[in-house]
């Protein structure tokens, strides 16, 4: 295959005769599937990382190597049990961790083919969408704006387009192609239409890597919430070494053997640091994206469903998340003697219905009903400029029997200009225009242009998006639950004044333009609007619009040049920065909006605080669907909102939106819970341990019971992210202070109670062998019967109780755990009576803890620490 970059160098007639393809025609359904045959799909050969690899990175880092060095220092002392034990830590933690990740590879696979996007194809003479890895060389492919460019293609025939590929590049401006130019597979369609032959595919494409819709978690940005745990098992590890590093000089100070210390030194390091953290952060977050997937939402990225649980500003799009995204035609405006047949004739003609555009299809869905005889398949399309952002129109020159004319249809005020209207007729259309915005419809105005002549209006053609059935109850819902919602729109904003009304939205409306500029723009706008009108008073009989207009300007220009407003704007832009942080807060919807007004609103509402998530569907929706802390894409989103978008709605409306929002804090519970039962763990295993040793000089377990305890502890607190737990009414964030707080408390009175048994059982007379096995079982029971305590804020036999499987999973290993106390495996046997007066004392003390718990949090909201 050649080079990519090859293809720019020859005419488009020359490559469509190497790739023996018509550029009317396409290629035939057989000749593609040979073709596929020959060069393969569509797609980028990724590199896996090979099983044995795999397998062996999780015996690679810190963790894994203390407990590698232990089981080392275990085989040099003979101490074969102790190794054997080490041994099977070690493979549980490598088989979790490996079996995490196989399920996180599936679950990609599963994305990736999901979210496979689609192409339009010209295949045997008619356009079909095929998905793009199908496509082969010598396809013709349509490409438009918000597509992302599904193979290496030469651009044929069309305009142009503006094309990003900073994804290949790293050029931050979208560039511009016309008729011969090549864009690369991957890059995404900013603007324009056009037609491109396929000269490469796969892995013969310029682009050499997969641009991957869902970001591997290797590579992802790490969330608010994952750094705070993160934080915390640094902090474990750091009070672990200090407090062992103690141990080590005490014991060696006393002449005990080198070799002993380091082995119970590192098994205790092991046992005290968070080894199950990334596996319960993993299954967590898992078993959170698939509770999402069941509801039609696909997460691209993990993280996203931790941000979303403090979420408390909700910027929706309107068309198509608030309202039913299936436009109707209410009742046409025709204008000048024009009929209802006339106007739809010339609308279906600026139109393509293989476009699929939601703006047109109710045109032709109009005339399906209305005018089923209207031949409008007659007339050719010689060109066709697609709607743009910046054009806002379409425009499409037509040719039948020898009657030639440019159609027209896009925004009013912009065919308003073209159609250079007197000035009485331009305020009566404007007020038509108007009554029809305040009803809540999206007006089109449809035009012709014959030769050099303006634009001829033909009338309106008002197109009503009603909002779903569920808007209200949702949004209702979502404010709640502590979510403030706030409508962002391209629409007018009486369009959107009326949704807003209709979905319980009324507190204040603004345009957007009022945000884009302070100072100097706003001051010379002003300037100008009283220039114009002042000299149209002096003057009311003999002024134009246009003379009011250029001294206006001029008037400005002056403004310009003698108070150089520059300098004076700047002061006024920081001068308003705080009021403007205070309007968006204040404001719920937004309407008239651009891409940077979107990115805009986004960034300052996280300037005051805010964490934000923000839905959108188009390619404009992008920058601020990435700015956003979590971005939704809607279904029927372009493929480039998908690729922006953290989480991919597959259902319409936004239920689903505020179903994750409540899993997202669901997730959050089960975190806080594992997080302060770890640190209060830590706390009471390592300080007891410490100051048995230091204080003491008796070592309250073995280094064998510490490996059992840490197996036992940890392989079932991987079902915390099974729990049952409560939905908060309010965005949640940590408070590290109440972790710190709560942690410090529960792990002071564990290590209380363990001091408490150790002086019963010295008083009792027992020897050191049992009274290490009463504390290792002590130990084991206590552990788990603090995760119930951690696990609700509530007393801790109220609802919402714990889920079968934690309660089946912590329940079994501290029967295993009696088991081998009692009956004396591997450790001295106490029997089973001892073993029951340890499960009542352990009880006792879980209720207790119960009570500190409660009284911790009375003490934080004393002090303005806990809300």
Not at 391 to 401: F, G, L
Not at 683 to 689: K, P, Q, Y
Request: with cysteine; hydrophobic share 45%; glycine share 6%.
């Amino acid at each position: 295959m050649r080079n990519t970059d090859d293809y720019r160098q020859q005419p488009v007639e020359q490559t469509l005769n190497e790739l023996q393809v018509s550029l009317e025609q396409g290629l035939s359904s057989e000749e593609a599937r040979a073709r596929l045959e020959r060069y393969g799909p569509n797609e980028i050969e990724e590199k896996e990382e090979p099983l044995w690899h795999r397998i062996l990175r999780r015996f690679w880092g810190p963790i894994p190597w203390m407990i590698e060095t232990a089981a080392f220092l275990s085989a040099l002392v003979g101490k074969w049990e102790d190794f054997s034990i080490i041994l099977v830590m070690l493979l549980v933690n490598a088989f979790l961790d490996f079996f995490q990740e196989h399920r996180a590879l599936n679950a990609l696979a599963a994305l990736k083919e999901r979210l496979a996007h689609e192409a339009l194809v010209l295949r045997d003479g008619r356009f079909r969408h095929v998905p793009a890895r199908e496509l082969v060389p010598g396809d013709i492919v349509k490409l438009k704006i918000g597509d992302i460019v599904p193979a290496d293609v030469q651009l044929a025939s069309g305009d142009y387009l503006s094309i990003d590929q900073s994804a290949l590049t790293g050029e931050s401006l979208p560039v511009t192609r016309k008729p011969g130019d090549v864009a690369y597979g991957n890059t995404i369609v900013k603007q324009g239409e056009m037609l491109g032959v396929v000269v490469n595919t796969g892995n013969n494409t310029r682009f050499q890597s997969v641009v991957a819709l869902v970001a591997e978690a290797g590579r992802q940005e790490v969330s608010h919430f994952q750094k705070m745990v993160i934080k915390i098992g640094n902090f474990l590890i750091l009070l672990t070494l200090a407090l062992v590093g103690l141990i080590v000089l005490v014991a060696l100070g006393r002449g005990e053997d080198f070799f002993e210390i380091a082995r119970f030194s590192l098994v205790l390091t092991v046992a005290a640091i968070p080894v199950a953290l990334p596996a319960v952060l993993s299954v967590t977050m898992a078993v959170g994206a698939m509770n999402l997937a069941r509801r039609q939402a696909i997460v691209s990225k993990l993280t996203a469903i931790e941000e979303l649980a403090g979420v408390d500003v909700f910027c929706s799009d309107k068309t198509g998340t608030l309202t039913r995204n299936e436009m109707q035609v209410a009742e046409p405006k025709t204008l000048n003697g024009h009929d209802e047949r006339e106007l739809f004739l010339v609308a279906a003609l600026a139109s393509r219905p293989e476009n699929r555009d939601p703006i047109e299809q109710p045109i032709f869905r109009y005339i399906d009903e209305h005018f089923p005889d209207l031949d409008w398949q007659a007339w050719r399309q010689l060109s066709f400029v697609p709607f743009d952002p910046n054009r806002k129109r379409t425009e499409a020159e037509v040719e039948r029997d020898g009657e030639r004319f440019v159609a027209v249809k896009g925004a009013p005020q912009v065919l308003l200009e073209l159609a250079r209207l007197p000035k009485n007729e331009c305020v009566a259309i404007g007020h038509t225009i108007d009554l029809l915005a305040s009803k809540g419809y999206r007006t089109l105005a449809v035009g012709r242009r014959k030769g050099d002549a303006p634009l001829e209006l033909l009338g309106l053609i008002p197109l009503y998006d009603p909002p779903r059935e569920d808007s209200a109850e949702v949004i209702e819902e979502m404010e709640r639950y502590g979510v403030k919602v706030k409508m962002v729109t391209g629409d007018n904003i009486a369009i959107a004044r009326e949704i807003g009304r209709i979905l319980g939205l009324e507190g204040r409306a603004m345009r957007a333009a009022e945000l884009r500029s302070g100072g100097s723009s706003e001051l010379l706008m002003l300037t100008e609007v009283l220039a114009a009108a002042i000299f149209r008073k002096l003057r009311p009989d003999q002024v134009s619009e246009e003379e009011a207009e250029r001294f206006a300007r001029a008037v400005v220009e002056e403004v310009e040049k003698a108070f150089e407003t520059r300098r004076l704007g700047k002061g006024l832009i920081e001068a308003h920065e705080s009021e403007i942080i205070e309007m968006v807060e204040q404001v719920d919807i937004f309407a008239e909006v651009v891409p940077e007004d979107k990115y805009r609103i986004v960034d300052v509402l996280q300037k005051a605080d805010h964490i934000v998530a923000m839905t959108g569907d188009g390619v404009n929706d992008a920058p601020a669907l990435k700015k956003a802390d979590c971005g939704f894409a809607v279904s029927n989103a372009t493929d480039a909102a998908r690729a922006a978008a953290d989480i991919i709605l597959t259902a319409p409306g936004l239920s689903v939106i505020n179903h994750a929002m409540q899993q997202a804090r669901i997730t959050f519970e089960r975190m806080k819970s594992y997080a302060t039962y770890r640190i209060a763990e830590t706390i009471r295993v390592i300080l007891f341990m410490s100051l048995s040793i230091v204080v003491f000089n008796f070592y309250p377990i073995t280094a064998l019971m510490i490996i059992l305890l840490a197996l036992l502890n940890d392989i079932p607190i991987l079902t915390i992210a099974y729990d049952n737990t409560k939905v908060d009414t309010r965005p949640v964030r940590w408070n590290i202070t109440e972790q710190i707080a709560m942690s410090s408390a529960l792990g002071i009175a564990g290590v209380t109670s363990s001091f408490l048994l150790f002086f019963i059982l010295m008083k009792m007379g027992y020897s050191h062998e049992l009274i290490q096995s009463f504390l290792f079982l002590k130990l084991i029971v206590a552990g788990h019967s603090t995760l119930y305590v951690t696990r609700t804020e509530r007393w801790l036999w109220q609802r919402p109780w714990p889920a079968p499987i934690l309660f089946a999973a912590t329940f079994g290993t501290e029967v295993i755990g009696t088991i081998i106390a009692a009956e004396g495996f591997l450790i001295p046997g106490i029997g089973w009576e001892a073993a029951l007066w340890i499960w009542a004392y352990c009880l006792a003390w879980m209720f207790f803890n119960d009570a500190v718990k409660k009284g911790t949090q009375a003490l934080l909201r004393r002090e303005g620490a806990l809300v």
